[in-house]
């Protein structure tokens, strides 16, 4: 297990958010009529009730006002997830992926000159005339030694 007790939240939290939307599509939903039979004949043989044409109406007129409501309030939270978006996040990400770079850069520098490489020895020629001799002088010691 972790020993960070955000990370152990996160991974629970992360848990539910999956498991509890399957709960959903398991249970039945409760169901509400807008009409039911019993109301449609009342309405259809009451003379002094509104005409089932107007109770529709009113209902598709009450459906179509809360649905702008929601589509307004949608289009409100969108505007507003865009500018943090814009002005957050993307900032953000560009800064930490620039550190992100530099750090890598630094480590592979340090890895080259020989600090992180466990040797202390670069990995590149430091002394071009000096490592030419060295292997010349291994090469004619050879060709002697024959």
């Known amino acids: 297990m ?11 939290l992360l848990s539910i958010t999956l498991i509890a939307p399957s709960a959903f599509l398991i249970a039945p939903q409760r169901v509400h009529a807008i009409f039911g039979f019993s109301d449609t004949v009342h309405v259809l043989t009451d003379t002094s009730a509104p005409s089932l044409k ?3 109406q009113s209902t598709i007129t009450a459906i179509k006002s809360t649905l702008t409501e929601i589509n307004t309030a949608t289009a409100s939270w969108a505007e507003t997830a865009q500018m943090v ?4 996040l993307g900032p953000l990400a560009f800064v930490l992926s620039g550190n992100l770079l530099k750090l890598m850069t630094a480590g592979v520098i340090s890895f080259v000159i020989g600090k992180a490489n466990g040797t202390g ?9 000096k ?10 010691l050879a060709y002697f030694d024959q």
């Open 54 to 56: 107007t109770a529709v």
């Open 131 to 140: 490592s030419f001799q060295t292997v010349s002088d291994v090469r004619t």
């Open 2 to 12: 972790s020993k960070s007790p955000f990370a152990a939240t996160l991974a629970i």
């Open 85 to 88: 978006n814009d002005y957050v």
């Open 121 to 129: 020895i670069p990995q590149f020629v430091v002394d071009v005339q």
